[in-house]
């Protein structure tokens, strides 16, 4: 038995999610989803389809036990910088307090080995770039706080019950399946990617950059945008090596290559062929100027190598996945 047999994957219908899904089942896993349908609304063929909250503790734990679950990987979450500054009791509840409800059945039922969903937003404002895992821990708003709480359950509890676990801090997850078939499917939308490509397609209102004042060269924020197809073969990778062993901790996932917000308009505009209508608008709450990874260490522990993120592919397969 090995922990990719079976995988129960929380969040399976959102964007990371469900590209993790269909990774899992095209390398010859058994996928079971549970997600309430709440973020996102990707079926992916093929996986078993749980509907429910993954706080609901009888749930769960007769879906662990029904489908003989080898590990946990858990991505449901609320995701959106501002909201959760806007509204942090709801990140709190939906990010920490159901998580360790999770976290619970998995004590009593197992399996013994969990990924889970982490951000680069558990860094606030880098003290330097590229950013490494053991870099000053320091979110600055409510979302990379939850994600960060979360961190240090999971520390606590490998040392204490035994669970062999992964935190993967992603950077800016982008991009879709080369097929075409699964799409960035978030409601409402917020990512700077499908904007871009929808307000260059006249479907959505024009793009607003939130400030172009930040210490950039072009004065708007800089992210490592990283291919999400690269992300879900980073998870198949980090089972195998849980497989063998001890957790890993927490693991940057990015390409580490920075991009600013007028760079993705000016790549977008060529990929296109159009132009991308955009205003300057103010800064948006908890946005730090610079998101950029060191991957060395997902490169030493995963043998990882992003191959689908540089900015012209990303691009290609979303805008593929939104035509
Ligand atoms: N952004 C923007 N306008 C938008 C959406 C995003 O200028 O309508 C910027 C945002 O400030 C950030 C970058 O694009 O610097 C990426 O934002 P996104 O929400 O895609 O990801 P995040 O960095 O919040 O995870």
């Known amino acids: 038995m090995t922990a990719r047999d079976t995988i129960l994957v929380t969040g399976g219908a959102g964007f990371v999610g ?7 089942l095209d390398a010859g896993s058994k996928v079971v989803v549970l997600d309430d349908f709440s973020g996102g609304s990707t079926e992916v063929p093929g996986a078993v389809i749980v509907r429910g909250d993954i706080a609901d503790r009888a749930l769960v734990g007769k879906t662990l036990a029904a489908h003989r679950v080898t590990s946990v990987v858990h991505f449901a979450g609320k995701i959106a910088v501002n909201e959760s500054v806007r509204d942090p009791a709801m990140y709190f509840d939906g990010n920490v307090v159901r998580t360790l409800a999770l976290l619970d059945v998995i004590r009593e039922h197992g399996p013994g080995v969990m990924l889970f969903s982490s951000t680069a937003a558990v860094y606030g404002t880098p003290e330097r770039t590229p950013i490494e895992e053991h870099d000053r821990l320091a979110p600055i708003n409510p979302y990379g706080a939850t994600k960060l709480a979360i961190e240090h359950a999971l520390a606590g509890y490998g ?34 990617i499908p904007l871009v490509i929808d307000a260059a397609l006249g479907r959505r209102p024009p793009l607003v950059i939130f400030g172009d004042d930040y210490p950039t060269p072009d004065g708007t924020c800089i992210r490592d945008y990283v291919h999400v197809c690269d992300l879900a073969a980073a998870h198949l ?10 957790s890993l901790g927490a693991i940057n996932l990015g390409a580490s290559t920075g991009m600013s917000v007028k ?11 159009r132009p991308v209508r955009h205003s300057i608008g103010p800064r948006r709450e908890g ?3 610079v998101l950029l990874a060191s991957n060395a260490l997902a490169a030493r522990v995963l043998g990882w190598r992003p191959e689908r993120s540089s900015l ?12």
């Open 237 to 246: 990778a980090a089972l195998d090596r849980l497989d063998g062993g001890a």
């Open 312 to 323: 012209e592919t990303i691009l290609d397969d979303a805008i593929r996945s939104r035509t």
């Open 18 to 24: 469900s590209h993790f899904a269909r990774a899992a």
């Open 263 to 273: 760079q993705i308009i000016g790549v977008a505009e060529r990929v296109l062929g």
């Open 287 to 289: 946005d730090p100027a």
């Open 159 to 192: 040392t204490a019950y035994g669970l062999r676990w992964a935190a993967l801090r992603y950077f800016n997850a982008a991009g879709a399946h080369p097929d075409g078939t699964l799409r960035e499917n978030h409601e409402p939308e917020t990512h700077l």
